[in-house]
C-alpha cells in the first residue's frame, strides 16, 4: 500500500503541467513496474497473446469501410461491455465508448483505436495465417491497436489495477482518408469535451511514439462553364482548360523542406467527350505540414492558383465570368506538436526505456492530431508486431514478439492514471 502511495505521488508530480526532467521519469516509471499488481498485469498481457491476436482476427474480419464502421463498433461495444466497463456507450457519429473509473473522475485519460479502414465496402476481409504472419486488409491498421486496447481492459482487470485517476476506452470512428478525424472531432467537440486530461492512440504496428502531428487541407475543386460542341461553339472557355492552368501553376509551387511541407493533385476528372467543351472540371488537392503557418501559406498560395487559373481561361477568349471555381474542403486535419520534453513524451520513453523497447519519435497524421491542436496532452503509439504493405490488399501482420506492443501500451496507461 505505501508503494502504490508513494507511486501515484510520484506520476502526479511527474504530470502536472511542469515540464520534468529526463532523469525523474525513468526513475518514477521504474519504480511503477515494481508494484507487484502491475507486475501482475504485465505478465497477463504477455500470457494471453494468443487471445489478443485472436481479437485481432475476429475484428478484422467485420468490414469497417469508410463511413460504415457500426458493424465493427457494435462488436467493440459488446467486448467492452463484457470486459466490465462501465457506461458503455456509443456517441452521436459512432464512437464506442466505455469507463474504468479510478479513485476521481479526473485525471481523466482516453485510450484510443481506430475502427475504420481505408477499404471499399467489398473488401473480402477474411484473414489468412501462415506461421506467425497474418494477411488481411486492416490486420495491422487498425486491428491490431483494437485488440490491443482490448488487452489492456482485461490485463488491468485480471490483475485488479486501480488508478487515480479514470480511464476511457474509446473505439472510434473517421480517422482514415475522408473520414477527416470526425470521430475525434466529435469526442473533443462533443462527447467529452473539456473532460480529457490525456490522450493516447494506439494505431499500427511497431512501437513508434508519433508526437509531431502532420496537418493536411484537402479540397475538392470544380470549374465549371456553359459547355459545348468542339467545333460549333469553339471560343468558349473551356473548365478543362482552366482546371490545366490550375494544376500547372501548383507544380511549379516551392515550398521548404524544414518543416516538411507537400502538395499533390492526387485526382483529376471532367468532361463528356472527345468533341465536346466541358461543363465542368475537377480535381482533388492534398497539402501537408507540421508546421500551422507553413500550411497556411501553402493553402494561401494554392487558392491564389486556382481564381488566377479561372480569370486566365477566361480572358483567353476575352468572356470574363464564364468560368466559374467552387472550393470545397473535403478534409482538414490540424498540424502541431507534442513537444520531446513534455510529462507525457517523457513517460512514454520512459516506459520504453523500462520495459527495454526500441521506442523512437516520429510524425504522422493520426487521432492525436485534433487534441494536440487543442494543447491537451497527445501521443500516437503502435500496438507491436510488425506490419507491412498498410493500406494494401496484402496488408500483413507478423505476430512475433507482438506482447511487447501490448505491454508497453498497459504500462503507458497505467502510468498516465496513476
Known amino acids: 500500500m505505501a508503494l502504490t502511495r508513494m507511486v501515484v505521488l510520484a506520476f502526479a508530480i511527474l504530470l502536472s503541467g511542469t515540464r520534468a526532467t529526463n532523469g525523474q521519469q525513468p526513475a518514477a516509471v521504474a519504480t511503477l513496474v515494481q508494484d507487484p499488481v502491475v507486475k501482475a498485469a504485465l505478465a ?6 494468443a487471445r489478443t491476436i485472436e481479437d485481432q482476427i475476429r475484428f478484422c474480419e467485420v468490414p469497417a469501410p469508410p463511413f460504415k464502421e457500426a458493424a465493427r463498433g457494435e462488436v467493440l461495444r459488446r ?10 456507450r456509443v456517441d452521436r457519429v459512432g464512437n464506442v465508448l ?9 485525471p481523466r485519460v482516453v485510450i484510443a483505436a ?55 476506452f474509446v473505439a472510434n470512428v473517421g480517422e482514415e482518408g475522408l473520414g477527416d ?27 513508434h511514439v508519433t508526437t509531431v502531428a502532420v496537418g493536411s487541407h484537402r479540397y475538392r475543386v470544380t470549374f465549371k462553364g456553359p459547355g459545348g460542341h468542339s467545333y460549333g461553339a469553339f471560343g468558349l472557355a ?11 501553376k501548383i507544380a511549379e509551387f516551392q515550398v521548404p523542406q524544414h518543416p516538411r511541407t507537400t502538395f499533390t493533385v492526387g485526382r483529376i476528372g471532367g468532361g463528356t467527350s472527345v468533341n465536346s467543351i466541358a461543363f465542368d472540371a475537377w480535381m482533388e488537392v492534398d497539402m501537408r505540414s507540421p508546421s500551422p503557418s ?35 474542403l473535403v478534409g482538414d486535419r490540424p498540424a502541431g506538436e507534442a513537444p520531446e520534453g513534455s510529462p507525457i513524451v517523457q513517460t512514454a ?14 510524425e504522422g497524421s493520426t487521432d492525436a492530431n485534433i487534441p494536440i491542436s487543442l494543447n491537451i496532452p497527445a501521443i500516437t503509439i503502435g500496438g507491436g508486431g510488425r506490419g507491412a504493405d498498410a493500406h494494401a490488399l496484402t496488408e500483413s501482420f507478423d505476430t512475433t514478439d507482438a506482447w511487447k506492443g501490448a505491454q508497453n501500451a498497459l504500462l503507458l496507461t497505467i502510468a498516465l492514471a496513476r
Not at 467486448?79 to 458503455?88: C, D, I, K, R, W
Open 181 to 207: 478525424l470526425r470521430g475525434m472531432k466529435a469526442l473533443f467537440g462533443e462527447t467529452m469535451k473539456g473532460q480529457i486530461d490525456r490522450f493516447v492512440s494506439i494505431d499500427g504496428t511497431g512501437l
Open 294 to 328: 507553413a500550411l497556411a501559406n501553402l493553402d494561401a498560395r494554392f487558392q491564389d492558383a486556382v481564381d488566377a487559373a479561372a480569370r486566365e481561361e477566361n480572358s483567353r477568349w476575352g468572356k470574363p465570368g464564364v468560368i466559374t471555381v467552387v472550393k470545397e
Open 349 to 362: 520513453l520512459a516506459v520504453g526505456r523500462t520495459l527495454g523497447l526500441p521506442v523512437g519519435l516520429g
Open 98 to 106: 466505455g469507463d474504468r473509473p479510478g479513485g476521481a473522475a479526473r
Open 44 to 49: 497477463v498481457a504477455k500470457d494471453t497473446e
Open 79 to 88: 467486448e467492452f461491455a463484457g470486459l466490465g466497463l462501465q457506461n458503455v
Open 114 to 168: 481506430h475502427l475504420d479502414t481505408v477499404f471499399p465496402e467489398e473488401t473480402n476481409v477474411k484473414v489468412s495465417r501462415e506461421g506467425s504472419t497474418l494477411r488481411g486488409p486492416g490486420i495491422g491498421d487498425d486491428c491490431r491497436g483494437l485488440a490491443v486496447m482490448t488487452a489492456i481492459i482485461r490485463s488491468m482487470r485480471e490483475a485488479n489495477v486501480q488508478t487515480a485517476g479514470t480511464v476511457t
Open 238 to 248: 473551356s473548365p478543362i482548360h482552366a482546371l490545366g492552368r490550375a494544376v500547372a
